[in-house]
C-alpha cells in the first residue's frame, strides 16, 4: 500500500509539472503577444523548458527530477514573489505566479521527502 502511495504522489507530482510547463510557456507567448515583450517570452520559453527537462528526468530518477522542478518552481517563486512585494504590488501576474510557483514546489517535493 505505501509503494502505491508513494507511485501517486510521484504522478501527481509530474502531472502538476507538465502543467505548469504549459502555463510558463503559454504566459511568455502571451506576454510576447499583448506588451511585445521578447523577455517576457524568452524567460517563459527557458523556465518551460527547464520544467519540462525536470519532468522528463523524473522519469528515469524521479528524486533529481521533482527536485529540479522544485528547484525550478521556487526560483521562480522568489523571483515573482520579489517582483509583487518590492516592485509592482499587482496580484496579476506577479502576485499569481508566485503562490502558483510555491505550490508547485510544494506539491514537487512531497514525494521526495514522503
Do not use: D, H, W
Amino acid at each position: 500500500m505505501e509503494k502505491a502511495a508513494a507511485m501517486t504522489s510521484l504522478a501527481v507530482g509530474e502531472f502538476v509539472l507538465a502543467v505548469y510547463a504549459m502555463l510558463l510557456a503559454f504566459g511568455g507567448i502571451i506576454g510576447y503577444a499583448k506588451a511585445g515583450s521578447r523577455p517576457s517570452l524568452i524567460a517563459g520559453l527557458a523556465s518551460a523548458a527547464l520544467a519540462t527537462l525536470a519532468l522528463m528526468t523524473s522519469f528515469q530518477n524521479a528524486r533529481l527530477g521533482m527536485g529540479l522542478g522544485a528547484l525550478v518552481a521556487l526560483v521562480l517563486a522568489l523571483f515573482f514573489g520579489y517582483r509583487f512585494a518590492a516592485k509592482t504590488r499587482k496580484f496579476m501576474p506577479s502576485g499569481l505566479l508566485a503562490l502558483l510557483s510555491l505550490a508547485v514546489a510544494l506539491i514537487c517535493l512531497y514525494p521526495i521527502i514522503r
